[in-house]
């Protein structure tokens, strides 16, 4: 079946532009969960949505970030007023049991 | 908080076994996972252990649970050039609540030479 779906692939854009990026989960997956991931840093932990309520936003790393899921489907990241180490991979995985995540491809931010 | 140390690089021979080790620190995890991550990819779930557990085998994966040492090996038998990756060990744990995230070492690179 499908599989998670991010959009865009690639963004790139200048420091100070807002960026949103996409996350199509599994259908039927309950639980999402974003992170991102930069040379500097590995893999962190970013958000976790249970349906469309988010009880766990302790990795977002500023007030710049912030993200939203309609229902059991798509959740968007938005990121305000870009700055260079914003650049990295944001992963999206989706679960229906928070035991097995599976991840989309990622989307890979540059900011100029 | 949990923290996740795995080597940064292994390089084997084709055909050789390989043998991934990863290091995490909090007891309460409760279930361990490898991923893969291939160049430009996401990262694709390949096993994941319960603590309860020793050791798990899926065809040519073998998950070696030491509970007591906290220490957690994947081993990959007659490793092939499709191999080479990157290899992330995570934990999750009941933390705050059940919402599972799961907390990443810094990946071992397998570089696999014929």
């Given at each position: 079946g499908a599989g998670v779906s991010q959009s865009p692939s690639n963004k790139v854009t200048e420091k100070g532009k807002d960026v949103e990026l996409r996350c199509d989960p599994i259908s039927g997956h309950t639980a999402l969960y974003w992170y991102r991931q930069s040379l500097g840093q590995g893999l962190e932990f970013l958000i976790y949505f249970q349906g469309n309520s988010a009880p766990d936003k302790s990795g977002l790393p500023s007030d710049r970030f912030s993200a939203e899921r309609t229902g059991e489907s798509v959740s968007?990241?938005?990121i305000q007023r870009t700055q260079q180490e914003d650049s990295a991979v944001y992963l999206c995985a989706s679960s229906s049991d928070s035991y097995e995540q599976y991840f989309g491809p990622g989307t890979r931010l540059t900011v100029t | 908080g949990e923290d996740?140390?795995?080597s940064l690089?292994?390089?084997v021979r084709?055909?050789?076994s390989s043998v991934i080790n990863c290091t995490y620190t909090?007891?309460?995890s409760t279930y361990l996972y490898w991923y893969k991550q291939e160049p430009g990819a996401g990262l694709q779930l390949l096993t994941y252990i319960f603590s309860n557990m020793d050791m798990k085998q899926d065809q040519r994966l073998t998950?070696?649970?030491n509970k007591k040492d906290k220490h957690l090996s994947l081993r990959i038998a007659d490793t092939q050039t499709?191999?080479?990756a990157i290899y992330f060990c995570a934990a999750r744990g009941w933390y705050g609540g059940s919402q599972g995230n799961l907390i990443f070492g810094k990946g071992t690179?397998?570089?696999v030479k014929p």
């Open positions: 968007t990241l938005t | 996740v140390e795995q690089f292994l390089s084709e055909g050789d909090d007891s309460s998950v070696l649970l499709g191999d080479s690179k397998l570089s």
